[in-house]
């Protein structure tokens, strides 16, 4: 219903009260532009490369070009430039690409809006709402344009973002003056505010950088740059250790030449080699490039990171608390059951399709054409199909009453179209019900209620019997059956109905209290997701403990969790069984229940709280835009990509874009991936530079020759550290990832073990080089076929210490672990074909000093490498049989 007031200003906006059609929103689009706020300025191609030299190596090495270019040395000179501008080449190329990931992501991201198109409610990206629009808004939406409203029923909305007003304001249909300050604006809702309650339509008045919020600031970024404080804390290492190692060469240069006497020149490139082997001048970077395969690994999962810390604290997750519906069942419910007075009728059919079968009989005609009349008028949702498949688009409680009126009555989609509403009170967690008032257009008036059995029943004082009269309304009954019915994993909705006067109105909550007649219950099932069902059982073989968290009815919450395979399924605690513990009890329940139901969002939060106080860390989903604080308070906020609010979205780290909770466990696995992989960089970049650097620091100590040359060490850092080490940020989950308990939520990266693992290998790689060095001094051979076999014993190394990280928890000694990845064998190839080139392509021998290696020679190398595997496997296992040797006592 329109009034001169609305008509005018949607005449001014250029709207119509059916929405505008199609082909005028493509106009207005390509006219006006996309409903997005400018991109922030970023830095361009050019800066971007010239900010990859801005590092404290580069700078190292930019300055020892400049000396070996004084002294001669041009070979050396341009081996280090190469290593500068490869070095800033990749990183320019990787940043790219990890930009274009989270621009993708973004757009993942991107809000969507229900319009009215041609007199149809539709959702669309909102991105594509134009000036003239309907917009319909709800608790929790995100405003996504500046809209005047025409239509507003208990409509609130949060202007903190603009105004500064922590309370949420009254919105309502009256014009205000057109110089009114911007917080007095009551008939204008706002781009990127927050609706508090109630729902309201408007007609989009300015779109993009012209909203208010464009015109101030442009609106928060949806996802955050990339980086996390571990790759602050790796980076703040990987400078605090450049330094160490420079104080290190400084004193091995000043030792050498005053000490020792050696030429500056050959003293002073293998001081420079020693810091560029020492230096994990790429760590950072190539961390960074994991954190972003996870990301888009996760978002191929259907989980989409926007605080990308969250990746890491997955690995970490011991409990997920998640909602029910939807999230552990399809969000397909059909209504199964219709409760009348002595009767209860079985529905069949399937999905949100109006079609199926139900007993009936001349007795109950009456009384279920009224159950439908209810179920269909007071109902927000548009059931779409059946081309494509039936959908709702609204709520699907109400998608699946739209479709019982529509059974009932054989109308289809538009059963009852002569009725016509006149005022609404919206459902609200408050009072937990909907009114409508609707006239048929022959005088008839009535209000027709839908909610949860006990706010509905609390409104009623009659019932409607099988003769359509009413008599007095039997309490217990109804709420037995509401036990029966919930007991069989149901979730019950009670219809009521009253008349009214022909000339009213309005709606009023005192139009209800003890006036209403209860017509049926109807029984609702929404079955759980079969993915769901596996993916509960893979979580609990990871440990990973899975709490139910839901508004539902404790019966049909316990129904479900006993189908998904739960633990302690029997137990169920409810909000106020939640209410009534102090904080010390309420951990131990959490702890010891996985089943909670009827909970507020005052009791997720305390959940939550209680649990983390165990020393657990909890992943939380939620939806509603009540759910935010439980969403900011866990550890991993998991918000619902599909019917999750923009509070909600606002809140988590995470969004699910399918609202599966198979999609939860898949990020936990990518998790976890993520983090041992992160692990793997480590444990494969600390020790290979560190057995490059105890090589140079023990041949200058030792003063003897160096048996591999600074420029050969320039080499191994050029090719191996861009190729072996980035291999291992696109690893997969290793077979045994979902198996481990989860890890400490404190555990330090650099723990006890990598520390072993630094020393034996560094120890070991520099008794392989030093063993061929000499073997090669001692057969005979010249001082540059002993230097290259050396080196080439040192990359060889590296491949099968890769071979061997790749499988940090479990054998590397299987088909599997040796087959690899194709990542993996394009960078040992690749490796190994530039080894070939500097061994045994003539004119690279002069460049480094190299000389061609016996097939003989060769294979010994091969060998060295095939036991210097065996041993640190040999380690790892009795490692790993020690850390899980049965405890005794």
């Known amino acids: 219903m329109h009034d001169r007031t609305t008509e005018s200003a949607l005449e001014a906006l250029g709207g119509t009260p059916a929405g505008l059609s199609g082909d005028e929103a493509a106009r207005r689009l390509a006219r006006h532009g996309p409903n997005r706020l400018p991109d922030p300025p970023g830095r361009g191609p050019l800066l971007r490369l010239l900010a990859q030299f801005h590092n404290v190596l580069i700078y190292v090495l930019i300055g020892a070009a400049a000396v070996t270019a004084a002294l001669g040395h041009w070979v050396d000179t341009g081996v280090i430039l190469a290593v500068v501008v490869v070095n800033a080449v990749i990183g320019f190329v990787q940043e790219g690409r990890a930009e274009q990931a989270m621009a993708a992501i973004r757009e993942m991201l991107a809000p969507r809006a229900a319009v009215l198109r041609d007199s149809h409610r539709i959702t669309v990206e909102a991105s594509d709402l134009v000036p003239g629009d309907i917009v319909l808004v709800e608790a929790g939406d995100l405003v996504p344009a500046d809209l005047r409203l025409i239509r507003a029923n208990g409509l609130k909305a949060g202007e903190a973002i603009l105004t500064g007003e922590s309370v949420p304001v009254d919105k309502g249909c009256a014009p205000v003056d057109t110089d009114a300050p911007l917080g007095d604006r009551a008939s204008m809702l706002f781009s990127g505010t927050l609706v ?27 996802v955050e740059v990339l980086t996390t404080p571990l790759v602050e804390q790796i980076d703040r290492f990987a400078r605090w250790l450049t330094m160490f190692i420079l104080i290190v060469a400084g004193t091995l240069l000043a030792y050498g030449y005053f000490v020792g006497h050696l030429g500056f020149a050959d003293l002073f490139m293998a001081v420079v080699g020693l810091s560029v082997a020492a230096i994990p001048e790429g760590l950072p970077a190539v961390l960074t490039v994991t954190l972003a395969v996870g990301v888009q690994a996760m978002a191929r999962r259907n989980a989409i990171v926007r605080r990308l810390p969250a990746i890491e604290t997955l690995g970490a997750v011991s409990v997920i608390c998640t909602d029910k519906t939807g999230t552990l069942t399809r969000n397909e419910m059909m209504a199964a059951t219709l409760a009348t007075t002595g009767r209860v009728h079985k529905m069949t059919g399937e999905g949100y399709a109006p079609v199926g079968t139900f007993d009936i009989d001349g007795e109950t005609r009456a009384t279920l054409e009224e159950a439908a009349r209810v179920a269909g008028l007071c109902n927000d949702a548009v059931l779409h199909g059946p081309e494509g498949g039936w959908r709702v688009e609204g709520d699907p409680m109400e998608g699946a009453l739209r479709a019982l009126a529509g059974k009932i009555t054989g109308e289809g989609t538009t059963p009852f179209g002569g009725w016509a509403r006149r005022d609404a009170i919206p459902f609200d967690a408050a009072h937990r019900y909907m009114a409508t008032l609707d006239h048929d257009g022959a005088g008839r008036a009535c209000i027709h209620v839908k ?85 509960v059982a893979e979580c609990r073989a990871a440990g990973i403990r899975v709490k139910m968290i839901t508004g539902d009815h404790a019966a049909t919450a316990r129904a479900i969790a006993a189908q998904v395979g739960l633990q302690n399924h029997d137990r169920v605690l409810t909000g106020a069984d939640l209410e009534a513990m102090d904080d010390a009890a309420l951990a131990d329940a959490a702890t010891q229940t996985d089943i909670f139901a009827r909970t507020s969002p005052a009791d997720k939060l305390r959940l939550v709280t209680a649990l983390q106080s165990r020393g657990l860390t909890v992943a939380m989903t939620g939806d509603g835009v009540n759910d935010a604080p439980a969403l900011k308070r866990a550890d991993a906020g998991i918000a619902m990509g599909l019917k999750g609010s923009a509070a909600a979205k606002e809140a988590a780290e995470l969004v699910l874009a399918d609202d599966n909770f198979a999609s939860i466990a898949a990020a936990v696995r990518e998790g976890r991936t993520v983090y041992d992989n992160i692990k793997k960089v480590i444990s494969w970049t600390l020790p290979t530079n560190a057995g490059e650097a105890m090589t140079i620091i023990t041949a200058l100590f030792a003063g003897m020759a160096l048996p591999i040359t600074a420029v050969q060490i320039l080499w191994i850092n050029l090719v191996t550290a861009v190729t072996l080490g980035l291999a291992l940020a696109f690893e997969p989950s290793e077979p045994g990832t979902m198996l481990r308990p989860p890890r400490p939520r404190d555990e330090p990266l650099l723990t006890g073990g990598l520390v072993w693992h630094i020393v034996l290998v560094s120890a070991l790689f520099l008794a392989a080089v030093f063993g061929m060095y000499f073997h090669a001094i001692d057969k005979g051979y010249p001082s540059a076929l002993a230097q290259t076999m050396a080196m080439n014993t040192l990359v060889v190394l590296e491949i099968f210490h890769l071979f061997f990280v790749r499988n940090i928890h479990g054998t590397s000694l299987t088909w599997a672990a040796a087959r690899g990845t194709r990542t993996v064998w394009i960078c040992v190839v690749a490796v190994t074909g530039a080894q070939c080139a500097i061994t045994y392509v003539p004119p690279l021998h002069r460049v480094f000093g190299t000389a061609p290696v016996p097939l003989t020679e060769g294979l010994l190398i091969i060998g060295v490498g095939v036991v210097f595997f065996v041993l640190i496997e040999t380690e790892k296992q009795m490692r790993l049989a020690f850390r899980q040797r049965p405890r005794v006592g």
């Open 451 to 535: 909610g949860a059995p006990e706010a509905v029943l609390a409104l009623c004082s009659t019932q409607r019997t099988e003769d359509g009269g009413t008599a007095p309304l039997d309490t217990e009954n109804w709420h037995e059956t509401v036990e029966t019915l919930a007991a069989d994993g149901q979730r019950v909705i009670a219809v009521a109905t009253r008349a009214a006067e022909a000339g009213q109105d309005a709606l009023r909550p005192c139009d209800l209290d003890g006036h209403l007649t209860l017509v049926a219950l109807v029984g609702l099932i929404d079955p759980p997701r079969p993915e769901a069902i596996a993916a």
């Open 196 to 222: 508090a309650a109630g729902t309201g339509h408007g007609v989009i008045s300015e779109t993009g950088g012209d909203t208010q919020i464009g015109r101030i600031s442009g609106m928060l970024g949806k």
